[in-house]
């Protein structure tokens, strides 16, 4: 098998299943219990908590655990407009969020607020002065991903943290679901007030993640009830889950320089063994440093993206077509038409994601079985539709 959807979820560290067992075992009481028991959990829950903060270079009170990037994102922009309405009704994010943002922010324009989505250029970038046009004194929030899960480009956000330093009532949350463990993620040195992680996405255990909420901001809950995580996050913790994120998180960080070059060789290795392929369009932009290192898009345009997916799969190769939370759709990609690409493009969108563990033979075997897939499937791509630049 040749698992290449590590963007959709990856396997667990093999000690991050083990610290997760042992935890569940030997250490199941509830934080909030008064007994032993219950401080020994929140003991294990404040350590995890610290190692976090320690990797990001943030307080340990910055840290909230939630149960993934999508609660995370919908705390940090739910949360923020709802304690801060009376500093203004307008908020900004773009056309290629994770559904867990965009359809927020369609939710809270349904509520009233005004909406800015900004446009992205054919390379799937967010321009810095698009926005900087669109920053108002009614802004309270600004919402752009990191990288985006769907083709990999990554997003100036050091630019835009550094610009919203003139707009102080603008709050900058950043979904980093897809950075964590691959690019620099230190939320003070790069502006950022709130910041939505996923251990799933880094090797650790799913249904568990946590947001960076800078210290003096408030929140207002999503979820009510015992008031844990400081009020923000009632319920109660997920003790196991929590311990093996913080371990999957120190992994992930100490294999970050080692992750960077392996894996930018690794996309150059696919790219090159499938970029004959006639009518193949690479995604993004022809600069690798803009791109993430383990997500590589391509789309075959006049073929739709499932066809292949499943000719993969009878080969025990394991790709995506989009976002795993979307890939039931068979509609074309929100993503990619915001790119400028028409429906044809949009239709047949591609996504190989990756990790340490893949090999070049990893990378021969993908290439080899990929044209043989495109031959059988009698690709004849037609000529290369003209790309819509804005
Ligand atoms: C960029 C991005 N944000 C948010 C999410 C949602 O994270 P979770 O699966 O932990 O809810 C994902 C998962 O695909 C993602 O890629």
Redesign the pocket.
């Known amino acids: 098998m040749l698992y290449l959807d590590y963007?959709?979820t990856t396997p667990p560290y093999d000690e991050v299943v083990d610290t997760v067992a042992e935890v569940m075992k030997r250490h199941f009481g509830n934080p909030s219990s008064l007994h032993r028991l219950g401080a020994e959990a929140e003991t294990l829950v404040d350590k995890a908590r610290q190692a976090i903060a320690h990797l990001l270079h943030v307080d340990k009170n910055e840290i909230v655990f939630t149960s993934?990037?999508?609660?995370s994102?919908n705390l940090a922009i739910r949360g923020a407009v709802g304690r801060y309405k009376q500093r203004g009704s307008h908020i900004i994010t773009t056309e290629i969020e994770?559904p867990?943002v965009y359809e927020t922010f369609r939710q809270l324009e349904s509520e009233g607020y005004r909406v800015t989505y900004l446009p992205v250029d054919a390379s799937g970038q967010v321009k810095v002065d698009e926005l900087e046009k669109k920053l108002d004194d009614d802004t309270v929030l600004v919402s752009v991903?990191y990288v985006n899960?769907e083709m990999g480009r990554i997003q100036p956000i050091a630019q835009i943290g550094q610009l919203l330093r003139r707009f102080p009532k603008a709050l900058f949350h950043v979904?980093a679901?897809?950075a964590f463990g691959k690019l620099p993620v230190q939320p003070r040195e790069l502006g950022i007030d709130l910041m939505?992680c996923?251990a799933?996405?880094f090797k650790g255990p799913k249904g568990i993640?946590f947001l960076y909420c800078r210290s003096g901001l408030e929140l207002e809950p999503i979820v009510h009830g015992g008031g844990q995580e400081k009020g923000m996050r009632s319920g109660t913790e997920n003790v196991p889950a929590i311990v093996g994120m913080a371990k999957a998180a120190r992994l992930a960080m100490e294999q970050q320089p080692s992750f960077y070059k392996q894996l930018y060789e690794w996309r150059r290795m696919l790219i090159n063994g499938i970029r004959d392929i006639p009518g193949l369009v690479i995604t993004g932009s022809e600069q690798e440093e803009d791109m993430a290192p383990h997500i590589v898009h391509i789309m075959l345009p006049g073929m739709r993206s499932e066809v292949v997916v499943h000719a993969l799969e009878q080969h025990d190769i394991y790709i995506s077509t989009r976002?795993?939370?979307s890939s039931g759709e068979q509609s074309p990609s929100r993503v990619l038409l915001a790119m400028g690409y028409d429906l044809e493009h949009a239709s047949s969108g591609l996504r190989i994601s990756y990790a340490l563990e893949h090999t070049p033979q990893d990378a021969e075997t993908f290439c080899r079985a990929f044209k043989q897939v495109t031959r059988e499937l009698n690709l004849t791509a037609g000529p290369r539709v003209k790309r819509r630049y804005r």
């Open positions: 963007a959709a993934g990037g999508t609660e994102n994770h867990s991903m899960n979904d679901v897809q939505s996923s799933h996405k993640g976002s795993a939370c």
